[in-house]
């Protein structure tokens, strides 16, 4: 495989709706874009955007009208915030909230600039896996600023949307020499896409413009914004006009817009050899899953390992190939774990639980956490592994007459680690009460990384 060039995505949040020298600064660096002919992406609140139409900026609108346009929520930091307002309602819940409360003002977006929001970056960074669900049923086709990402794949699939993952550079002026420095060391040799975030409020203030929203005084006291002077707003455009040359000249420009045209909603195939080696592969704790040419998730295998043994059951064999035209998700609930360490199972009893999950999936596109029995509960990793391990003798029609099923399998710990280092660090966003917390949120989007795969562009 051949590495593509770097391609930056500049990721411009259109925010602030407190200070309107924050207008000047975007446009600004809309005519920087002009000047430099760059297409980059603009996050659009809805209340800014509200506020841009009646204060008539068209200057402003018809610029924007020239980018890729995405969407960045309605209210951004005032209360309740998404993570607030959806916090433990669960996903049927969770999702009927979002449409009541964003859905309008992505209807404007679209009005207004004729096109669908391209993309849906949470505020602040607290992602809930609400907002997934949210962009699916509205038709926004990828994600940015989701905690949820494979390090070095931009955009990975997660739960079947392109997520571009969190910003590789935060670019603020005032931090100039350190952008250019991470751009030059790090960011200019991964693949993929690599965002540079901006806000244009940091041009011209020091602080944050939601500062108003922070609910302790100290936080406000610390951040709130203070205007630049003249000549350090006006130094501050001569570094960007710095960054975008060190940028350009190592780096191709995209935006959310033009890779989510490029992306082919293409098949999975998989054939024996494909699957022989993702299973031998199944304890080695290996992510991403990259096989038959492609990145697969561990619910695609799993799939493709419960096909395997139903056909295996019916006609003595495994098919050749597999295909896979579907995002299979992860569990919506809970598994029901239980103080078993294992379950012995006839090879009948487990060929009519392998047909009751793949008909689930089937039915839901979605796995089921546990399949229940009179006697016990099993889950789908621990089923994963026993097929992952029987799955070679089939190949080789020998099938076991007991298979032994170890409970308390979990998906690699790469993966999960995100959960544990991320998420925490996310919720001291400091418009956020203190000691916020989303333990259901954080559940149920562990349970998607069952969906989780690479992409290549
Ligand atoms: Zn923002």
Partial sequence: MIDPPTKVIYSIDVEDNINPISEIALERILNIFKERRIKASFLLTGDKLKQLLERKRHGILN????????????????????????????????????????????????????????????????????????????????????????AGWSPCYFMGLPNFGSAWIRYDPQYHNECIRIFDTEAKNLRGNVIV??????FVQKGWWDSVYYPTTSNY????????SNEKILRNYENFNDFLDTVSENANITNFGEVNSSLSGQATELTIEGILDAANNIEKNIFPIWTDGQGISYADLFYALLTSVISYEERKRVPQKITINKTILGPM???????VSEVVLSWKQLTIICNNMLQEINRNDSLKAAISTSKFNIGSGDMLRALALLYKGLTEDKYPKKVIIKRGFRLPSPIQDIFV?????????????????????????????????????
């Fill in 63 to 150: 610029m924007l009208k020239s980018h890729d346009i995405g969407y960045h929520s309605s209210k951004h930091s005032k209360h309740p915030t998404i993570p607030e307002y959806t916090r433990d309602l669960g996903w049927e819940k969770g999702l009927k909230i979002m449409m009541e409360s964003e859905e309008n003002d992505v209807k404007l977006v679209q009005e207004t600039f004729g096109v669908m929001p391209s993309t849906f970056g949470a505020p602040g960074d607290v992602w809930v896996p609400y907002i997934t669900a949210f962009c699916k049923e509205i038709g926004i086709r990828s994600e940015v600023y989701n905690p949820v990402e494979l």
């Fill in 197 to 202: 975030r901006l806000h244009p409020s940091k």
């Fill in 221 to 228: 006291n610390a951040l709130r914004t203070k205007e630049f």
């Fill in 333 to 339: 609930s809970e598994d029901p774990f239980e103080n």
């Fill in 421 to 457: 280092r991320k998420f925490p660090s996310l919720w001291k966003w400091p418009v956020l009460p203190e000691n916020f917390t989303l333990p259901k949120e954080l559940y149920l989007a562990r349970a998607q990384v069952w969906s989780l795969k690479p992409l290549v562009q």
